[in-house]
């Protein structure tokens, strides 16, 4: 069974820094790209970053580049989101996916999703 699992979540204040990991199973993780998407209390989903399978093309959405980074381990299977000098506006469930295409991720689309982590940040 494919499976996403986000952790790393909390709550933090303004200023401060998480680091979201997300493990997969089931499928060839090499073989993915992977992104990070979150969904703000009454809002749609936004795009946060993308990675491809070998880990060379790295895209961030422009509310967090440079202050969010994505990163990935494959032979942990896992991809990282760390994220530094967050904002209230920052809060929301972070969700990781995964695809076989990138394009596909930048538009909001995966195959596989994970079951999200909430990230809190207090002003």
């Known amino acids: 069974e494919e499976q996403l699992v986000e952790s790393g979540g909390g709550l933090v204040q303004s200023g401060g820094s998480l680091r979201l990991s997300c493990v997969a199973s089931g499928f060839t993780f090499s073989a993915y790209a992977m992104s990070w998407v979150r969904q703000a209390p009454g809002k749609g989903l936004e795009w946060v970053a993308a990675i491809n399978d070998v880990g060379n093309a790295i895209y961030h959405a422009d509310s967090v580049r440079g202050r969010f980074t994505i990163s990935q381990d494959n032979a942990k299977n896992t991809v990282y989101l760390q994220m530094n000098s967050l904002k209230p506006e920052d809060t929301a469930m972070y969700y990781c996916?995964?695809?076989?295409?990138?394009?596909?991720?930048?538009?909001?689309?995966?195959?596989?999703w994970g079951q999200g982590t909430q990230v809190t940040v207090s002003s």
């Open positions: 996916a995964a695809d076989a295409g990138l394009s596909q991720l930048v538009l909001g689309r995966a195959r596989y």
